[in-house]
């Protein structure tokens, strides 16, 4: 057999594979994949299944390598077991395809949402998407949600303004996924799922404040790739402040502890079997009533005690002068036409259109978006702070 032959046979048996195991209701289909232009190699004709093969050029991009230095919740701390956004989104990814391998739904495509869905995240985690989202706010040019920068960066800016052609479902799986709401129940709209409501979803959320909280994923898998993102940092985060001698574990309500433990592996446990038993044989994820009661206290005991502390707050004002800092200063660079090095390099890595329609304020929060923590730091200061100057 041929290369071709082979390969179109792995294809076939794939796909009945699918047909044989998923949920005929729930479950996304690998064969009704769509992108919005054809791939290099057809889907089709694909030893990967298109989910699978999104996953891996969503590995394999400029955006996926910055995850290793940026902020999930804690920042300039020196601790190298505290989590740090790669290992949010592998936890996430881990936690997702065991609830959806449960209820037998697509674990490809929930990989490819898992493993994209914090791509636009900006240094320094929520504190640098609250600042870049307020100087937006104040410019009056729209404003700034890292679900909706995750989706900018996969579909226009990576690959130097080509994007990754990635598939419709990993794309609104990412712009539905809003890991700070928590719900007792998510249900899903397969009719929603269009590249016009993606790009009118997109539109809303780039430009209204708190759109985003009104957009939901399309699919099942989407709605797993969500709850598992509330699941994967509530005992994780919770750990690492005891780590880091914010709280105590034993600060934790015993109202919350009966029902989870105090312990991320319990915690994990406890909502994953949960939900997976209370939803298996429905359209839409469920917890019950008890769990969901627990699980809904500790994300705001995590906020009341955790993101909110006093450390942190502090931490956040000083980065939010700094970050307002360095993105005046490169606004009026583009205005001015000053060749800064750094900025003029951003702008032409992408299309000659990108200067012409894009403001230099949607510029200069894709620029910093992109930045890791550290990178963010040595802008900051080569642009701030007096050199040390050298006499020897």
Request: hydrophobic residues 35%; aromatic residues 8%.
């Amino acid at each position: 057999m041929s290369m071709e032959e082979i390969t179109a046979q792995i294809a076939s048996e794939r796909d009945e594979l699918e047909q044989r195991t998923l949920d005929p209701k729930n479950a996304y289909f690998s064969k009704d994949a769509q992108r919005r232009r054809p791939a290099e190699v057809d889907d089709f004709e694909n030893l990967r299944t298109p989910f699978a093969h999104d996953t891996d050029r969503i590995i394999h991009s400029s955006s996926f390598a910055r995850y290793s230095d940026k902020t999930q919740v804690f920042f300039r701390v020196r601790n190298d077991h505290i989590t740090r956004r790669s290992l949010h989104v592998q936890m996430v990814s881990r936690i997702a395809r065991t609830i959806g391998r449960c209820l037998n739904l697509n674990e490809d495509l929930i990989e490819a949402i898992a493993i994209g869905h914090d791509i636009g995240h900006t240094p320094f985690g929520h504190t640098g998407e609250a600042a870049l989202a307020a100087n937006l706010q104040k410019a009056e040019i729209g404003t700034f949600v890292h679900n909706a920068q995750s989706v900018r960066e996969l579909q226009q800016l990576e690959h130097h303004g080509a994007g990754l052609n990635l598939t419709l479902p990993v794309l609104d799986g990412i712009l539905g996924h809003n890991g700070e709401i928590e719900s007792r129940r998510y249900e899903y709209d397969r009719s929603k799922l269009t590249w016009e409501n993606l790009d009118k979803n997109l539109e809303h959320c780039l430009n209204e404040p708190g759109y985003d909280r009104k957009v939901s994923p399309s699919t099942m898998e989407g709605c797993v790739v969500r709850v598992a993102d509330i699941i994967s940092y509530l005992g994780r985060d919770f750990e690492d402040a005891v780590s880091l001698g914010i709280i105590a574990k034993t600060d934790m309500p015993w109202s919350i502890e009966r029902v989870l433990g105090n312990e991320n592996r319990k915690i994990i446990s406890v909502l994953c079997n949960d939900i997976i038993l209370n939803s298996r044989g429905k359209e839409y994820l469920e917890f019950s009533e008890e769990v969901y009661g627990a699980y809904s206290a500790l994300k705001k005991f995590n906020y009341e005690h955790i993101y909110n502390c006093a450390l942190l707050s502090h931490q956040k004002e000083q980065f939010d002068c700094m970050l307002t800092q360095l993105f005046d200063a490169y606004i009026t660079d583009i205005r001015k036409d000053i060749k800064c090095k750094i900025i003029d390099e951003w702008i032409r890595s992408q299309p000659a259109e990108y200067r012409l329609n894009e403001s230099p304020e949607r510029i200069t929060a894709d620029y910093i978006a992109c930045m890791t923590d550290q990178y963010f730091i040595n802008q900051y200061e080569h642009r701030f702070v007096p050199q040390i100057i050298n006499f020897d």
